[in-house]
């Protein structure tokens, strides 16, 4: 049998999981919403819940990876695990599942790793800004500029839009506090691309599919005045309206609006139209891995 080559993302509300054959031909992309990071933006650590859905997702694709023959594998996590003090527990289950110890990378590694497989999806993107709103941090690529910015989908909506749909107030701080975040850095890009689970699910909505399509969301490019419109209209919806869109993800329905709110801060200092791909830091990761074993 081939060599097959697997990346398994652990971030703060969903796990993912990417196996590739050794000549880089996707064998099989999936994806559970965990919400691993529920609350530790305040408490400081998992909810025992959170830990039990994830262990869940592991055993799922572990059982997938051994009845595939096996992979090369890493494991990796990111903001929740980087900020939770009984991350023990999740090392445990990720080796449990998968037989290889996860890793907790660095917002910075997080972030190249995005860049090489949004990247590698779109090789035609000039100078490209590549953004990853993932649920506790997002990550913007612009080389040199490589930063991640403890700012995401579900610490944004977990710390400041509270009530349901949000407040004008509670929209209002979350913006001062996104802005005080994007004013430290500075990048000039030509492109600007998204990725992750915010970026993609923002593109099916966009274009009403009744279903999500990878094939549609990948390479759409959303206008600024659309992407701003649709912002505004998901912070005015109830969490079960969100929910009723043809092609949401229910566990991702009530941290959307927050998603957003950081994507049209982002664009209104690019000014540029957001292109999305689906290629992101899981692409990022097998690339490595086969590089590695070449």
């Keep these: 049998m081939a060599q097959l080559f697997a990346a398994v993302d652990c971030g703060t509300n969903s796990v993912r999981l990417l196996v590739v054959d050794a000549d880089g031909r996707e064998i099989e992309r999936r994806l559970h919403i965990t919400r691993l990071g529920q609350g530790v933006d305040a408490t400081g650590e998992f909810a025992p819940e ?84 993932g649920g506790g941090s997002t990550e913007l690529v612009c080389p040199p500029l490589a930063v991640s910015l403890d700012m995401g989908s579900v610490r944004v909506r977990e710390r400041f839009l509270g009530s349901d749909p949000p407040t004008i107030a509670q929209v ?26 915010t970026a993609t699910c923002l593109a099916a909505i966009a274009q009403r599919l009744p279903a999500y399509d990878r094939t549609r969301v990948h390479g759409y490019v959303m206008p600024p005045d659309v992407l701003d419109d649709l912002a505004q209209d998901l912070l005015r919806m109830t969490v079960a309206e969100v929910k009723a869109l043809p092609s949401m993800e229910p566990g991702r329905a009530d ?40």
């Design 255 to 294: 941290v959307i609006c927050a998603g957003a709110l950081i994507c049209r801060e982002v664009g209104a200092r690019t000014n540029l139209p957001l292109t999305v791909s689906e290629s992101d830091i899981l692409d990022g990761i097998v690339a490595r891995l086969r590089q590695s074993q070449a």
């Design 50 to 133: 959170a830990l039990q859905r994830t262990f869940a997702a592991f055993d799922d694709f572990g059982a997938q990876l051994r009845g595939l023959g096996g992979a090369v594998t890493r494991v990796v996590a990111t903001s929740a695990a980087r900020d939770a003090r009984n991350a023990a527990e999740f090392f445990a289950g990720a080796r449990r599942a998968f037989g290889v110890d996860a890793e907790i990378i660095s917002g910075a590694e997080e972030a190249a790793l995005s860049f090489a497989g949004a990247t590698a999806g779109l090789p035609g993107a000039v100078k490209p800004l590549v953004m990853d709103v």
């Design 172 to 197: 209002e701080a979350a913006s001062e506090f996104i802005n005080s975040l994007l004013d430290t850095v500075t990048f000039e890009a030509e492109t600007w691309v998204g990725v992750g689970g």
